[in-house]
Protein backbone atom coordinates (compact mmCIF):
# COMPACT_ATOMS: atom_id res chain seq x y z
CA UNK A 1 0.00 0.00 0.00
CA UNK A 2 2.98 2.12 0.76
CA UNK A 3 3.47 2.55 -3.33
CA UNK A 4 0.54 4.47 -3.72
CA UNK A 5 1.05 7.01 -1.49
CA UNK A 6 2.74 9.45 -3.44
CA UNK A 7 0.27 9.37 -6.56
CA UNK A 8 -2.78 9.67 -3.79
CA UNK A 9 -1.22 12.74 -1.82
CA UNK A 10 -0.07 14.37 -5.77
CA UNK A 11 -4.33 13.66 -6.71
CA UNK A 12 -5.78 15.29 -3.19
CA UNK A 13 -3.53 18.21 -2.93
CA UNK A 14 -3.80 18.87 -7.07
CA UNK A 15 -6.15 21.75 -6.82
CA UNK A 16 -5.36 23.52 -3.64
CA UNK A 17 -7.27 26.81 -3.18
CA UNK A 18 -6.47 29.71 -0.89
CA UNK A 19 -9.36 29.06 1.69
CA UNK A 20 -8.74 27.18 4.92
CA UNK A 21 -10.47 24.46 5.85
CA UNK A 22 -11.48 23.70 9.45
CA UNK A 23 -12.98 20.65 11.03
CA UNK A 24 -14.26 20.39 14.22
CA UNK A 25 -12.16 17.80 15.84
CA UNK A 26 -13.77 15.20 18.74
CA UNK A 27 -11.50 16.11 21.95
CA UNK A 28 -9.04 13.52 22.46
CA UNK A 29 -7.05 13.68 25.72
CA UNK A 30 -6.20 10.14 26.41
CA UNK A 31 -2.32 9.50 25.44
CA UNK A 32 -2.20 6.03 24.33
CA UNK A 33 1.24 4.27 22.37
CA UNK A 34 0.02 3.49 18.85
CA UNK A 35 -0.09 -0.52 17.93
CA UNK A 36 1.76 -0.67 14.56
CA UNK A 37 -1.10 -2.06 12.61
CA UNK A 38 -3.01 0.97 14.00
CA UNK A 39 -4.46 3.73 12.05
CA UNK A 40 -3.62 6.89 12.62
CA UNK A 41 -5.62 9.68 14.47
CA UNK A 42 -7.42 11.85 12.40
CA UNK A 43 -5.74 15.41 11.50
CA UNK A 44 -6.78 18.04 9.10
CA UNK A 45 -5.05 19.77 6.21
CA UNK A 46 -5.55 23.24 5.19
CA UNK A 47 -5.83 24.52 1.79
CA UNK A 48 -7.45 21.33 0.60
CA UNK A 49 -8.74 20.25 -2.75
CA UNK A 50 -12.40 19.11 -3.41
CA UNK A 51 -11.21 15.77 -2.28
CA UNK A 52 -9.67 16.83 0.53
CA UNK A 53 -12.52 18.93 1.70
CA UNK A 54 -14.94 16.09 1.22
CA UNK A 55 -12.39 14.30 3.54
CA UNK A 56 -12.72 16.78 5.99
CA UNK A 57 -16.53 16.18 7.23
CA UNK A 58 -15.21 12.53 8.51
CA UNK A 59 -14.02 14.00 11.08
CA UNK A 60 -15.20 11.70 14.15
CA UNK A 61 -16.61 9.00 11.84
CA UNK A 62 -14.25 5.47 11.22
CA UNK A 63 -15.34 5.27 7.10
CA UNK A 64 -14.25 7.21 4.35
CA UNK A 65 -16.97 7.56 2.10
CA UNK A 66 -17.01 5.47 -1.13
CA UNK A 67 -17.44 8.44 -3.13
CA UNK A 68 -14.28 10.23 -1.83
CA UNK A 69 -12.55 6.76 -2.22
CA UNK A 70 -13.96 6.41 -5.43
CA UNK A 71 -13.04 9.64 -6.79
CA UNK A 72 -9.25 9.47 -6.04
CA UNK A 73 -8.95 6.04 -7.08
CA UNK A 74 -9.70 7.08 -10.71
CA UNK A 75 -8.25 9.65 -11.13
CA UNK A 76 -5.13 7.96 -9.92
CA UNK A 77 -5.68 5.08 -12.33
CA UNK A 78 -6.78 7.42 -15.29
CA UNK A 79 -3.05 9.52 -14.29
CA UNK A 80 -1.06 6.42 -14.73
CA UNK A 81 2.18 5.94 -14.11
CA UNK A 82 4.39 3.54 -12.14
CA UNK A 83 1.98 1.09 -10.01
CA UNK A 84 -0.87 2.83 -10.79
CA UNK A 85 -2.48 -0.11 -11.47
CA UNK A 86 -2.29 -1.90 -7.98
CA UNK A 87 -4.23 1.19 -6.61
CA UNK A 88 -7.36 -0.69 -4.76
CA UNK A 89 -10.12 1.07 -2.79
CA UNK A 90 -8.90 -0.83 0.02
CA UNK A 91 -5.28 0.50 0.00
CA UNK A 92 -6.75 4.50 -1.26
CA UNK A 93 -9.18 3.77 1.84
CA UNK A 94 -6.17 3.48 4.10
CA UNK A 95 -4.28 6.18 2.62
CA UNK A 96 -6.13 8.49 3.14
CA UNK A 97 -7.10 7.56 6.57
CA UNK A 98 -3.16 7.76 6.95
CA UNK A 99 -2.75 11.75 5.63
CA UNK A 100 -4.65 12.69 7.76
CA UNK A 101 -2.12 12.96 10.32
CA UNK A 102 0.75 13.51 7.45
CA UNK A 103 0.88 17.89 8.35
CA UNK A 104 2.01 16.30 11.80
CA UNK A 105 4.61 14.08 10.02
CA UNK A 106 5.75 16.42 7.74
CA UNK A 107 6.11 19.09 10.52
CA UNK A 108 3.74 21.34 9.58
CA UNK A 109 2.06 21.14 12.64
CA UNK A 110 3.66 20.68 15.76
CA UNK A 111 5.57 23.17 18.08
CA UNK A 112 4.83 26.58 16.76
CA UNK A 113 2.87 25.07 14.23
CA UNK A 114 -0.79 23.95 15.34
CA UNK A 115 -3.89 26.44 16.32
CA UNK A 116 -6.50 25.61 18.79
CA UNK A 117 -8.79 24.64 15.87
CA UNK A 118 -6.42 21.93 14.66
CA UNK A 119 -5.75 20.21 17.45
CA UNK A 120 -9.29 21.00 19.33
CA UNK A 121 -9.91 22.01 22.51
CA UNK A 122 -7.68 19.63 24.81
CA UNK A 123 -9.53 20.87 27.88
CA UNK A 124 -7.29 18.89 30.24
CA UNK A 125 -3.85 19.56 28.54
CA UNK A 126 -4.55 23.19 28.65
CA UNK A 127 -4.28 22.76 32.31
CA UNK A 128 -0.68 20.71 31.90
CA UNK A 129 2.86 22.01 31.65
CA UNK A 130 2.95 20.82 27.84
CA UNK A 131 4.01 23.11 24.53
CA UNK A 132 0.76 24.77 23.61
CA UNK A 133 -1.37 25.37 20.23
CA UNK A 134 -0.28 28.28 18.72
CA UNK A 135 3.08 28.79 20.55
CA UNK A 136 6.19 29.47 18.94
CA UNK A 137 9.36 27.34 19.07
CA UNK A 138 11.73 28.00 21.72
CA UNK A 139 14.92 29.95 21.93
CA UNK A 140 16.81 27.89 24.95
CA UNK A 141 15.27 24.38 25.97
CA UNK A 142 14.32 23.72 29.78
CA UNK A 143 11.33 23.37 32.05
CA UNK A 144 7.89 24.79 31.55
CA UNK A 145 7.24 24.91 34.99
CA UNK A 146 9.76 24.82 38.29
CA UNK A 147 10.42 22.15 40.71
CA UNK A 148 9.10 22.36 43.91
CA UNK A 149 10.43 21.17 47.22
CA UNK A 150 8.22 17.75 48.38
CA UNK A 151 6.47 19.71 50.85
CA UNK A 152 4.59 21.95 48.48
CA UNK A 153 3.50 18.51 46.18
CA UNK A 154 0.25 17.27 46.99
CA UNK A 155 -0.05 14.43 49.68
CA UNK A 156 -3.06 12.79 49.28
CA UNK A 157 -4.39 11.09 46.24
CA UNK A 158 -6.69 12.24 44.04
CA UNK A 159 -10.47 11.65 44.36
CA UNK A 160 -11.87 8.98 42.05
CA UNK A 161 -15.49 8.66 41.26
CA UNK A 162 -17.72 7.06 43.69
CA UNK A 163 -17.49 3.42 44.29
CA UNK A 164 -14.02 3.16 42.48
CA UNK A 165 -10.27 2.93 44.47
CA UNK A 166 -6.72 3.32 44.31
CA UNK A 167 -4.99 0.35 44.24
CA UNK A 168 -0.82 0.04 43.66
CA UNK A 169 -0.07 -2.57 41.68
CA UNK A 170 2.91 -5.15 42.49
CA UNK A 171 3.88 -6.45 39.85
CA UNK A 172 5.85 -9.44 41.19
CA UNK A 173 2.24 -11.05 42.40
CA UNK A 174 1.49 -13.82 39.65
CA UNK A 175 -2.23 -12.69 40.42
CA UNK A 176 -1.76 -8.86 39.88
CA UNK A 177 0.74 -9.08 37.24
CA UNK A 178 -2.32 -11.39 35.80
CA UNK A 179 -5.40 -8.46 35.77
CA UNK A 180 -2.87 -6.24 34.61
CA UNK A 181 -2.31 -8.68 31.75
CA UNK A 182 -6.15 -9.38 31.54
CA UNK A 183 -7.34 -5.47 31.39
CA UNK A 184 -4.40 -4.93 28.83
CA UNK A 185 -5.54 -7.94 26.80
CA UNK A 186 -8.84 -6.64 26.21
CA UNK A 187 -8.93 -3.27 26.59
CA UNK A 188 -5.45 -1.64 25.14
CA UNK A 189 -4.38 -0.56 22.05
CA UNK A 190 -6.32 -1.85 19.11
CA UNK A 191 -6.21 -1.05 15.15
CA UNK A 192 -9.44 0.88 14.15
CA UNK A 193 -10.74 -2.08 12.45
CA UNK A 194 -10.21 -3.62 16.06
CA UNK A 195 -8.64 -6.55 14.46
CA UNK A 196 -5.30 -6.21 15.85
CA UNK A 197 -4.80 -5.42 20.00
CA UNK A 198 -1.17 -5.57 21.61
CA UNK A 199 -0.87 -8.66 24.08
CA UNK A 200 1.53 -8.18 27.06
CA UNK A 201 2.64 -11.14 28.73
CA UNK A 202 3.91 -11.58 32.56
CA UNK A 203 7.47 -11.74 31.54
CA UNK A 204 7.17 -8.32 29.02
CA UNK A 205 5.56 -6.36 31.98
CA UNK A 206 7.73 -7.26 34.60
CA UNK A 207 10.82 -6.49 32.24
CA UNK A 208 9.51 -3.18 31.34
CA UNK A 209 8.32 -1.85 34.52
CA UNK A 210 10.65 -2.88 36.62
CA UNK A 211 14.09 -1.35 35.40
CA UNK A 212 16.82 -0.49 37.95
CA UNK A 213 15.40 2.13 40.35
CA UNK A 214 11.88 1.32 39.16
CA UNK A 215 9.11 2.79 42.18
CA UNK A 216 6.30 0.17 42.77
CA UNK A 217 3.77 3.08 43.54
CA UNK A 218 4.40 4.45 39.91
CA UNK A 219 2.41 1.49 38.93
CA UNK A 220 -0.96 2.94 39.57
CA UNK A 221 -4.37 1.13 38.78
CA UNK A 222 -8.04 1.52 39.86
CA UNK A 223 -10.54 -0.75 41.41
CA UNK A 224 -14.12 -1.66 41.45
CA UNK A 225 -14.54 -0.71 45.13
CA UNK A 226 -17.07 -3.39 45.46
CA UNK A 227 -15.54 -6.62 43.97
CA UNK A 228 -11.96 -5.25 43.53
CA UNK A 229 -11.70 -5.32 39.75
CA UNK A 230 -9.12 -3.94 38.04
CA UNK A 231 -10.70 -1.33 36.17
CA UNK A 232 -7.86 1.21 35.01
CA UNK A 233 -3.78 1.19 34.57
CA UNK A 234 -0.91 3.24 33.91
CA UNK A 235 2.81 2.94 34.94
CA UNK A 236 5.52 5.39 35.04
CA UNK A 237 9.40 3.74 35.19
CA UNK A 238 12.64 6.60 35.83
CA UNK A 239 14.82 7.27 32.62
CA UNK A 240 17.49 9.44 32.62
CA UNK A 241 17.59 11.16 28.97
CA UNK A 242 19.33 13.66 27.09
CA UNK A 243 17.10 16.17 25.13
CA UNK A 244 20.31 17.92 22.81
CA UNK A 245 22.48 19.52 25.63
CA UNK A 246 20.44 18.48 28.52
CA UNK A 247 20.21 15.52 31.01
CA UNK A 248 17.75 14.91 33.44
CA UNK A 249 15.56 12.22 35.12
CA UNK A 250 12.30 11.78 33.46
CA UNK A 251 9.93 9.34 34.09
CA UNK A 252 8.56 7.29 31.48
CA UNK A 253 4.58 7.21 31.17
CA UNK A 254 3.32 4.15 29.50
CA UNK A 255 0.62 1.38 29.36
CA UNK A 256 -2.15 4.05 30.33
CA UNK A 257 -5.90 1.64 29.69
CA UNK A 258 -9.29 2.25 31.29
CA UNK A 259 -11.77 -0.63 30.98
CA UNK A 260 -14.03 0.05 27.16
CA UNK A 261 -17.09 0.26 29.94
CA UNK A 262 -15.82 2.80 31.85
CA UNK A 263 -14.28 5.54 29.32
CA UNK A 264 -17.06 7.25 30.22
CA UNK A 265 -16.39 8.04 33.78
CA UNK A 266 -12.96 10.50 32.65
CA UNK A 267 -10.74 7.81 34.42
CA UNK A 268 -8.10 8.57 32.15
CA UNK A 269 -7.13 12.33 33.35
CA UNK A 270 -7.41 11.51 37.11
CA UNK A 271 -5.07 8.72 36.30
CA UNK A 272 -2.68 11.37 34.71
CA UNK A 273 -2.49 13.64 37.22
CA UNK A 274 -2.27 11.11 40.01
CA UNK A 275 0.66 9.18 38.83
CA UNK A 276 2.21 12.96 38.18
CA UNK A 277 1.41 13.17 41.50
CA UNK A 278 3.35 10.35 43.02
CA UNK A 279 6.22 11.23 40.34
CA UNK A 280 6.54 14.48 41.83
CA UNK A 281 7.42 13.06 45.31
CA UNK A 282 10.00 11.59 44.27
CA UNK A 283 11.33 15.05 43.09
CA UNK A 284 11.16 13.81 39.70
CA UNK A 285 9.40 16.95 37.54
CA UNK A 286 10.17 16.01 33.47
CA UNK A 287 8.36 12.96 31.55
CA UNK A 288 8.59 11.54 28.23
CA UNK A 289 5.10 9.66 26.55
CA UNK A 290 4.16 8.72 23.34
CA UNK A 291 0.39 8.24 21.65
CA UNK A 292 -0.74 7.58 18.25
CA UNK A 293 -3.25 10.49 18.43
CA UNK A 294 -2.47 13.68 18.65
CA UNK A 295 -2.11 16.31 21.75
CA UNK A 296 -0.39 19.53 22.55
CA UNK A 297 1.89 19.06 21.76
CA UNK A 298 4.61 16.26 19.67
CA UNK A 299 8.65 17.20 19.50
CA UNK A 300 8.34 14.05 17.45
CA UNK A 301 6.57 11.33 15.21
CA UNK A 302 8.21 8.49 13.53
CA UNK A 303 6.21 6.40 10.95
CA UNK A 304 6.02 2.35 11.40
CA UNK A 305 7.53 0.27 9.27
CA UNK A 306 7.19 -3.59 8.82
CA UNK A 307 9.33 -6.41 7.55
CA UNK A 308 7.49 -9.39 6.20
CA UNK A 309 8.40 -12.85 7.75
CA UNK A 310 5.33 -14.89 7.37
CA UNK A 311 4.01 -13.67 4.22
CA UNK A 312 1.16 -16.54 4.03
CA UNK A 313 0.22 -15.75 7.70
CA UNK A 314 0.38 -11.88 7.29
CA UNK A 315 -2.24 -12.11 3.58
CA UNK A 316 -4.56 -14.09 5.92
CA UNK A 317 -5.03 -12.52 8.65
CA UNK A 318 -5.30 -9.36 6.19
CA UNK A 319 -2.17 -7.41 7.80
CA UNK A 320 -0.44 -7.53 4.35
CA UNK A 321 -2.31 -7.89 0.67
CA UNK A 322 -1.62 -9.48 -2.77
CA UNK A 323 -0.90 -6.40 -5.20
CA UNK A 324 -3.14 -6.72 -8.04
CA UNK A 325 -0.11 -7.78 -10.45
CA UNK A 326 1.52 -10.11 -8.66
CA UNK A 327 1.04 -13.49 -6.85
CA UNK A 328 1.28 -15.30 -3.06
CA UNK A 329 4.27 -17.12 -4.04
CA UNK A 330 6.51 -14.39 -5.98
CA UNK A 331 6.17 -12.07 -2.54
CA UNK A 332 7.18 -15.23 -0.58
CA UNK A 333 10.19 -15.60 -2.99
CA UNK A 334 10.82 -12.20 -2.89
CA UNK A 335 10.65 -11.86 0.38
CA UNK A 336 12.76 -15.01 1.80
CA UNK A 337 15.89 -14.48 3.73
CA UNK A 338 18.89 -16.27 3.97
CA UNK A 339 19.05 -19.15 6.96
CA UNK A 340 22.64 -17.93 7.97
CA UNK A 341 23.80 -14.63 9.44
CA UNK A 342 26.25 -12.62 7.41
CA UNK A 343 27.84 -11.61 10.15
CA UNK A 344 29.73 -13.81 12.92
CA UNK A 345 27.27 -13.18 16.06
CA UNK A 346 26.58 -14.51 19.35
CA UNK A 347 24.15 -14.19 21.72
CA UNK A 348 24.96 -11.50 24.35
CA UNK A 349 26.24 -12.70 27.55
CA UNK A 350 26.60 -11.34 30.87
CA UNK A 351 31.01 -10.81 30.17
CA UNK A 352 29.71 -8.28 27.42
CA UNK A 353 27.59 -6.04 29.48
CA UNK A 354 30.50 -3.88 30.16
CA UNK A 355 31.35 -3.52 26.50
CA UNK A 356 27.85 -2.84 25.35
CA UNK A 357 27.24 -0.55 27.48
CA UNK A 358 30.49 1.35 26.64
CA UNK A 359 29.67 1.39 22.85
CA UNK A 360 26.12 2.07 23.30
CA UNK A 361 27.14 5.41 25.30
CA UNK A 362 29.16 6.12 22.84
CA UNK A 363 26.96 5.42 19.55
CA UNK A 364 23.84 7.29 20.81
CA UNK A 365 25.42 10.65 21.68
CA UNK A 366 25.02 11.08 17.75
CA UNK A 367 21.25 11.20 18.65
CA UNK A 368 19.36 14.31 20.24
CA UNK A 369 16.93 12.83 22.64
CA UNK A 370 18.77 9.61 24.06
CA UNK A 371 18.37 7.70 27.17
CA UNK A 372 21.14 7.63 29.64
CA UNK A 373 21.75 3.76 30.47
CA UNK A 374 23.82 2.62 33.38
CA UNK A 375 25.55 -0.71 33.35
CA UNK A 376 22.68 -2.28 35.59
CA UNK A 377 20.66 -0.66 33.00
CA UNK A 378 22.31 -2.31 30.14
CA UNK A 379 22.22 -5.10 31.96
CA UNK A 380 18.35 -5.26 32.69
CA UNK A 381 17.48 -3.80 28.90
CA UNK A 382 19.38 -6.63 26.87
CA UNK A 383 19.72 -9.86 28.96
CA UNK A 384 17.21 -9.76 31.91
CA UNK A 385 14.22 -10.69 29.63
CA UNK A 386 15.90 -13.44 27.60
CA UNK A 387 13.46 -16.25 29.16
CA UNK A 388 13.58 -20.30 28.32
CA UNK A 389 11.42 -20.89 25.62
CA UNK A 390 12.44 -19.48 22.28
CA UNK A 391 9.15 -17.16 21.57
CA UNK A 392 6.62 -17.74 24.24
CA UNK A 393 8.26 -16.63 27.35
CA UNK A 394 11.34 -14.86 26.14
CA UNK A 395 11.33 -10.84 25.22
CA UNK A 396 14.45 -9.94 24.57
CA UNK A 397 16.93 -10.66 21.75
CA UNK A 398 20.53 -9.31 21.72
CA UNK A 399 23.31 -10.42 19.29
CA UNK A 400 26.60 -8.92 19.76
CA UNK A 401 29.83 -9.36 17.48
CA UNK A 402 33.15 -9.98 19.05
CA UNK A 403 36.55 -9.09 17.28
CA UNK A 404 38.22 -12.50 17.06
CA UNK A 405 41.55 -11.21 17.65
CA UNK A 406 41.12 -8.31 20.28
CA UNK A 407 38.04 -10.22 21.82
CA UNK A 408 36.14 -6.27 21.62
CA UNK A 409 31.99 -6.18 21.17
CA UNK A 410 32.34 -3.97 17.53
CA UNK A 411 28.81 -4.15 17.06
CA UNK A 412 25.36 -5.73 18.80
CA UNK A 413 21.38 -5.27 18.03
CA UNK A 414 18.49 -6.11 19.85
CA UNK A 415 14.57 -6.47 19.41
CA UNK A 416 11.33 -7.77 21.83
CA UNK A 417 8.83 -9.80 21.22
CA UNK A 418 5.30 -8.33 21.77
CA UNK A 419 2.63 -10.43 20.02
CA UNK A 420 -0.90 -9.07 18.95
CA UNK A 421 -4.01 -10.61 19.45
CA UNK A 422 -5.89 -11.31 16.25
CA UNK A 423 -9.62 -10.42 17.15
CA UNK A 424 -12.06 -13.15 15.34
CA UNK A 425 -9.27 -15.40 14.16
CA UNK A 426 -9.66 -19.24 14.87
CA UNK A 427 -6.86 -20.09 12.83
CA UNK A 428 -4.07 -17.77 13.96
CA UNK A 429 -5.23 -16.23 17.33
CA UNK A 430 -1.77 -14.33 17.69
CA UNK A 431 0.51 -12.26 15.75
CA UNK A 432 3.81 -12.87 16.61
CA UNK A 433 5.81 -9.46 15.91
CA UNK A 434 9.09 -8.28 16.66
CA UNK A 435 10.35 -4.65 17.09
CA UNK A 436 13.64 -3.43 16.90
CA UNK A 437 15.38 -2.31 19.79
CA UNK A 438 18.51 -0.27 20.33
CA UNK A 439 21.76 -1.15 18.32
CA UNK A 440 25.33 -0.07 17.94
CA UNK A 441 28.43 -0.17 15.23
CA UNK A 442 31.55 0.84 15.84
CA UNK A 443 31.87 1.37 12.07
CA UNK A 444 30.55 4.54 12.29
CA UNK A 445 33.65 6.19 14.22
CA UNK A 446 35.64 5.39 11.40
CA UNK A 447 37.09 7.77 9.50
CA UNK A 448 34.69 8.30 6.43
CA UNK A 449 32.26 5.57 7.25
CA UNK A 450 29.92 7.29 6.27
CA UNK A 451 30.73 9.48 3.35
CA UNK A 452 32.12 6.46 2.26
CA UNK A 453 28.99 3.99 2.74
CA UNK A 454 30.96 1.47 4.81
CA UNK A 455 28.39 2.42 7.62
CA UNK A 456 25.10 1.95 5.79
CA UNK A 457 26.73 -1.50 4.51
CA UNK A 458 27.53 -2.46 7.88
CA UNK A 459 23.86 -1.58 9.42
CA UNK A 460 21.91 -3.66 6.46
CA UNK A 461 24.31 -6.23 7.60
CA UNK A 462 24.21 -6.12 11.21
CA UNK A 463 19.98 -5.61 11.17
CA UNK A 464 20.00 -8.10 8.36
CA UNK A 465 21.15 -10.30 10.51
CA UNK A 466 18.47 -9.72 12.91
CA UNK A 467 15.95 -10.24 10.31
CA UNK A 468 17.60 -13.72 10.05
CA UNK A 469 17.39 -14.65 13.71
CA UNK A 470 13.47 -13.23 13.90
CA UNK A 471 12.57 -15.62 11.02
CA UNK A 472 14.73 -18.58 12.32
CA UNK A 473 12.72 -17.89 15.62
CA UNK A 474 9.32 -17.98 13.78
CA UNK A 475 8.45 -14.22 13.93
CA UNK A 476 5.46 -13.28 12.05
CA UNK A 477 7.05 -9.64 11.18
CA UNK A 478 9.54 -7.36 11.63
CA UNK A 479 9.02 -3.56 12.68
CA UNK A 480 10.83 -0.66 13.13
CA UNK A 481 10.13 3.15 13.47
CA UNK A 482 11.77 5.79 11.63
CA UNK A 483 14.06 7.28 13.82
CA UNK A 484 17.77 6.69 14.73
CA UNK A 485 19.56 6.02 11.69
CA UNK A 486 17.13 2.89 10.33
CA UNK A 487 16.38 4.67 7.35
CA UNK A 488 20.05 3.91 6.18
CA UNK A 489 18.54 0.57 6.07
CA UNK A 490 14.37 0.31 6.00
CA UNK A 491 14.35 0.20 2.63
CA UNK A 492 17.10 -1.99 1.46
CA UNK A 493 15.76 -4.73 3.32
CA UNK A 494 12.49 -4.48 2.14
CA UNK A 495 10.74 -2.82 4.84
CA UNK A 496 6.58 -1.27 3.75
CA UNK A 497 5.83 1.90 4.86
CA UNK A 498 3.03 1.17 7.48
CA UNK A 499 0.06 3.15 8.28
CA UNK A 500 0.98 3.66 12.22
CA UNK A 501 2.61 7.03 13.07
CA UNK A 502 3.84 7.57 16.94
CA UNK A 503 4.07 10.98 18.61
CA UNK A 504 6.77 11.48 20.92
CA UNK A 505 5.84 14.04 24.04
CA UNK A 506 7.85 15.83 26.78
CA UNK A 507 6.00 16.58 29.78
CA UNK A 508 7.06 20.09 31.65
CA UNK A 509 10.05 20.04 28.96
CA UNK A 510 10.51 22.95 25.64
CA UNK A 511 12.78 22.10 23.21
CA UNK A 512 12.36 22.81 19.04
CA UNK A 513 11.61 19.83 17.20
CA UNK A 514 13.38 16.77 16.79
CA UNK A 515 13.95 14.71 13.50
CA UNK A 516 11.77 11.92 13.21
CA UNK A 517 9.83 10.89 10.15
CA UNK A 518 11.27 14.17 8.63
CA UNK A 519 14.13 16.25 9.03
CA UNK A 520 14.79 19.56 10.76
CA UNK A 521 16.83 22.61 9.72
CA UNK A 522 19.96 20.73 11.61
CA UNK A 523 19.26 17.37 11.71
CA UNK A 524 18.87 14.36 8.95
CA UNK A 525 15.86 11.79 9.62
CA UNK A 526 15.56 9.74 12.04
CA UNK A 527 18.75 11.40 14.12
CA UNK A 528 16.68 13.39 16.19
CA UNK A 529 14.85 10.85 18.24
CA UNK A 530 17.01 7.60 20.16
CA UNK A 531 14.60 6.58 22.50
CA UNK A 532 12.94 3.06 22.35
CA UNK A 533 9.27 3.54 23.60
CA UNK A 534 8.04 0.18 24.88
Known amino acids: ?73 DVVQSKGGANSQEATAENVRALLEQMKIMDVAKGKTGIGGINKKDMGEHKF ?106 VAFISGVPMKIHVRKNA ?36 IFQAIYTAGVVVPTPVSVCQYNHRPLNISKLVDVKFSYVPRNTTLARMVRLNKLESTPTLPIREMEEKDVAQVAELFA ?36 CYVVEDPDTHEITDFFSFYSLPSSIIGSIQHPVLQAAYLYYYASATVFEQGAEKSG ?53 YNWRTQPLAGLNETEDREAGRGVGVVML
Not at 9 to 23: I, S
Not at 255 to 271: E, G, I
Not at 461 to 489: E, P, Q, R, S, Y
Open 248 to 283: FTSCEINYLCVHKKLRSKRLAPVLIKEVTRRVHLEG
Open 454 to 506: KYKERLHDLIGDALIVANNAKFDVFNALTMMDNLHFLKDLKFGTGDGFLNFYL
Open 125 to 230: WKTQPVPQPGEEPPINDGPIEPSVPREQVRQDPYALPNNFEWSTIDINDPNQAKEVYDLLSLNYVEDDDASFRFRYTAEFLQWALQPPGYFKEWHVGVRVSSNKKL
Open 362 to 397: KFMRRFDMVPEFSVDEVRHQFLSGKGKDKIATKVTW
Open 1 to 73: MASQSSKIEEVVDDAKDTEDVTDSEAEQELPQESTSTAAPSKKKKKKKSKAARALSALTGKSEIPDEVVNRVL
